[in-house]
């Protein structure tokens, strides 16, 4: 079976979900890969006029050069930065699995792979009921687990793999990202790294700038 794409999530939120989704992207179409990307639900969208801006789905779209509508790339859009579930009930606005999963299918069509990136971490609600990680499973698609490298990165890591874990999903890898560039230079990155693989049974990939 085709391989369908990757659900981008993380142990947090702000820690390099659309910087790591849009290096994909861009790595993608540089193999000569045709990457579509779905950004379900954002939240924190700033105001123009009587439109929302969506900012990480305007990354991603720039990132894929995909000539897919905004509309279709990120359905849900609010401009509270809060949870999707609290946003849905302020706004009244109902978040339905199966308009996400609608997007997904007509993106899939027309591309090789989708990027999508959840909203949060693993286990933050992305509707009023229900959580990044079940969206990831009603996706069918398998997860990549953006953890930020600093102390503590183990634990946060390895919660976040046995999460996907119960939910039934595959864990392609966790990506280990330093911010600072230290990913090849600080040595306790390659340490964490070496625990991450070993405790938690995961391929690990450490990126930086
Ligand atoms: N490896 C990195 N190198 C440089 N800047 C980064 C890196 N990872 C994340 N950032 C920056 O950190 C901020 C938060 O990352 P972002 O990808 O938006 O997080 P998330 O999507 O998980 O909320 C952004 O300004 C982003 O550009
Ligand atoms: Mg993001």
Redesign the pocket.
Same mark, same amino acid.
């Given at each position: 079976m085709k391989r369908r794409g990757w659900f981008i999530t993380?142990t947090d !939120? &702000? %820690? =390099? #979900? !659309?910087?790591?989704s849009c290096a994909l992207v861009r790595a993608l179409r540089q193999g000569g890969i045709k990457a579509g990307v779905l950004k379900p639900v954002e939240t924190g969208c700033s105001s123009i006029g009587a439109g929302l801006v969506p900012a990480?789905a305007l990354k991603l779209k720039a990132a894929s050069r995909t000539s897919a509508e905004l509309d279709l790339i990120n359905p849900y859009r609010f401009s509270q930065p809060i949870s999707p579930s609290i946003a849905e009930k302020i706004s009244k606005r109902r978040i339905d699995f199966r308009k996400i999963g609608a997007c997904f299918e007509k993106i899939s069509a027309s591309h090789d792979v989708v990027v999508v990136?959840g909203a949060g971490g693993i286990l933050s609600p992305i509707s009023k009921d229900r959580t990044n990680a079940q969206l990831a499973r009603y996706l069918k698609l398998p997860v990549v687990i %953006?953890v930020p490298d600093r102390l503590g990165a183990i634990n946060q890591a390895l919660m976040a793999v046995n999460a996907a874990r119960v939910h039934g999903l595959e864990v392609s890898c966790v990506i280990l990202?330093?911010?600072k =560039?230290r990913a090849k230079a600080d040595s306790r990155v390659g340490l964490d790294r070496a625990e991450i693989e070993k405790f938690g049974r995961v391929r690990v990939v450490a990126? &930086? #700038?």
């Open positions: 993380a !939120t &702000g %820690v =390099g #979900k !659309t910087y790591f990480d990136e %953006v990202n330093s911010r =560039g990126i &930086g #700038k």
